[in-house]
């Protein structure tokens, strides 16, 4: 079961999530965004007994970001900015505590990168091209979506599905309007009572949409 707390997906979306993994059968997923670790431990978990999982995040920010930690309940419901320095926080501070009850088997297929997502070196990690499913759900502030969507594309190649967290959250508007640009040339889909949205690229479009 997910966490209640900020920052979590709902329990519909991690089914979802699921969903689309048992759809395409991925051999290598990438996740931008690890926080407490739920999603990872559900990508692994889902996946065929050889789907490699990588997950990045921040990592150790609490010196940056320890006054967070004061901010008002009713402020991180309605500030994206302060929202995210909280979940900053909360991550440095409690760190992806689910993938501690993956077994040793899981485990092993599970890489944790950490430091700033946009700086991630796509071609020397060997990625490019070589993921099936990228679920970005990072930063939220506008440039960094463009630059995890971006590198998503060069990960996923011609084939595979790219999903997007707090799409129409009331907090973080950004994800939302460069999503909805992304609209414009890609065909978007989006799960009504979700914060998911995604596009589906070749064989992964294929299984779905009927055009």
């Known amino acids: 079961v997910p966490s209640s707390g900020i920052g979590s997906i709902t329990l519909l979306e991690g089914a979802i999530l699921i969903a689309l993994i048992k759809l395409i059968d991925p051999a290598c997923i990438f996740e931008f965004g690890t926080f407490l670790g739920y999603s990872t431990a559900l990508f692994v978990r889902n996946g065929s007994p050889g789907c490699k999982v990588f997950s990045i995040d921040l990592g150790d920010v609490s010196d940056q970001y320890g006054q967070a930690s004061q901010y008002a309940i009713e402020d991180l419901r309605k500030h994206d900015r302060m929202n995210d320095d909280y979940l900053r926080y909360v ?8 993938i501690a009850a993956l077994t040793g088997d899981e485990r092993s297929r599970l890489t944790l990168l950490h430091g700033d997502s946009t700086k991630i070196d796509v071609d020397g990690e060997g990625l490019k091209g070589a993921v099936d499913l990228v679920f970005v759900d990072g930063g939220h502030d506008t440039d960094t979506i463009k630059s995890d969507t971006e590198n998503a594309v060069r990960m996923l190649g ?3 599905i790219l999903i997007w967290h707090d799409f129409n959250s009331s907090i973080h508007s950004d994800v939302t309007e460069v999503v909805r640009n992304y609209a414009e040339q890609w065909l978007v889909l ?4 979700t914060m998911l949205a ?3 690229f070749g064989k992964a479009k294929d299984l779905v949409v009927n055009e």
């Open 158 to 160: 011609s084939d595979g």
């Open 198 to 200: 995604f596009v589906l």
């Open 190 to 193: 989006h799960v009504q009572n």
């Open 91 to 98: 991550q440095s501070q409690k760190g992806p505590r689910y």
